[in-house]
């Protein structure tokens, strides 16, 4: 009589095979004595002496009681799935690789960004009557097929400021000789995709409303999300916000990207209590902005009165609409 052949999906045997752990070693835990997928990492664990993840440890399934006919049946209420974690194999293995083409960018990126001399400055905005405006907004920008985060209003912002702060809208030669002031705003946004940190820029800012910024980044991140970011949208950057909040930061030091001369990461928004005019304690949705700039063309002073004015539109959003061209 032959042996019965062991069960496992394909991804259980891959798992195995990766592994180097033979199927017939493992007691199998499914149903038919199919072999799950606990059983390997099980398995690799008593062999490494490694303690698992709680979550692909095996838990005893409770068993529920049959409803009886004087019990009515519950109401199934949705659940909500968890967030997907990736399942870790510790194999006691080190592994070498090589740098992928967007890491080898970013050692040559870095290297010489961190050449250059920062300033830091930070700040509080309190962007409560934002929030409002924007709530407002969101639904008829929807209605016209985009997407409205507060990141356009923090670009548009932005680009105000640049036109009273036109040295933060600059670049210098390698040999800080010479500098030149750009005429377009090209804002960059920095975005965590999946081959990693790319920085596109929403081209003339200085000429575009809040609503065809949006619409301009709704298209950077669904190229972002596809890796299809192309040369174009990646380049001729002259400013760049960076949105750590999205991911869950509060202050960061951001490091700027040459031959720009500043750049800001933005926290995330919190509902926190502060004063108002009069006196009285109120909520208010507090953001964070941390600064950097290149200490060699930009001092301090400049700094913190763009900070300001950046802040003032985004605190009173009306004001915005005063000065947009």
Same mark, same amino acid.
């Given at each position: 009589m032959k042996d019965q052949k062991t069960?496992? *999906?394909?991804? %259980? $045997?891959?798992?195995?095979?990766?592994?180097?752990?033979?199927?017939?070693?493992?007691?199998g835990?499914?149903?038919?004595g199919r072999i799950l997928k606990e059983d390997i990492l099980n398995f690799l664990a008593k062999q490494t002496g490694a303690i698992l993840p709680y979550e692909v440890q095996k838990t005893p399934t409770p068993v529920m009681a049959k409803p009886t006919a004087d019990t009515p049946p519950k109401?199934?209420?949705?659940?909500?799935a968890p967030p997907a974690i990736p399942q870790l194999v510790f194999t006691g293995i080190d592994r070498t690789?090589?740098?992928?083409?967007?890491?080898?960018a970013m050692v040559k990126t870095m290297t010489a960004a961190l050449?250059?001399?920062h300033f830091g400055y930070c700040?509080?905005?309190?962007? *409560?009557?934002? %929030? $409002?405006?924007?709530?407002?907004?969101?639904?008829?920008a929807e209605s016209r097929g985009v997407k409205l985060s507060y990141m356009p209003f923090f670009i548009k912002a932005a680009s105000?400021?640049?036109l009273q702060f036109p040295v933060l809208n600059a670049s210098v030669d390698e040999g800080c000789q010479s500098i030149t002031y750009k005429a377009s705003h090209n804002i960059g946004l920095a975005m965590d995709t999946p081959q990693g940190l790319l920085v596109p820029n929403v081209k003339s800012v200085q000429s575009l409303s809040v609503f065809d910024i949006a619409e301009e980044i709704n298209r950077l991140q669904a190229l972002g999300s596809a890796g299809q970011l192309g040369t174009a949208d990646l380049t001729s950057g002259t400013f760049t916000l960076s949105n750590i909040g999205s991911i869950g930061g509060t202050f960061a030091k951001p490091v700027i990207l040459p031959p720009e001369v500043a750049i800001g990461a933005l926290g995330k928004i919190q509902v926190l209590p502060r004063f108002n005019s009069r006196d009285e304690v109120v909520k208010a949705h507090i953001m964070n902005v941390s600064w950097s700039a290149?200490?060699?063309?930009?001092?301090?002073?400049?700094?913190?009165?763009?900070?300001n004015l950046w802040r003032s539109y985004l605190e009173n959003p009306a004001a915005m609409v005063l000065d947009l061209k």
């Open positions: 069960q496992a *999906t394909p991804a %259980v $045997r891959r798992l195995a095979i990766e592994n180097n752990i033979k199927l017939s070693e493992v007691v835990t499914g149903q038919d109401e199934k209420k949705p659940v909500m690789e090589p740098l992928n083409g967007f890491q080898k050449k250059i001399p700040d509080e905005v309190d962007l *409560t009557q934002l %929030v $409002r405006l924007r709530s407002e907004l969101k639904g008829l105000l400021g640049l290149d200490h060699r063309v930009i001092d301090g002073a400049t700094m913190s009165r763009f900070s």
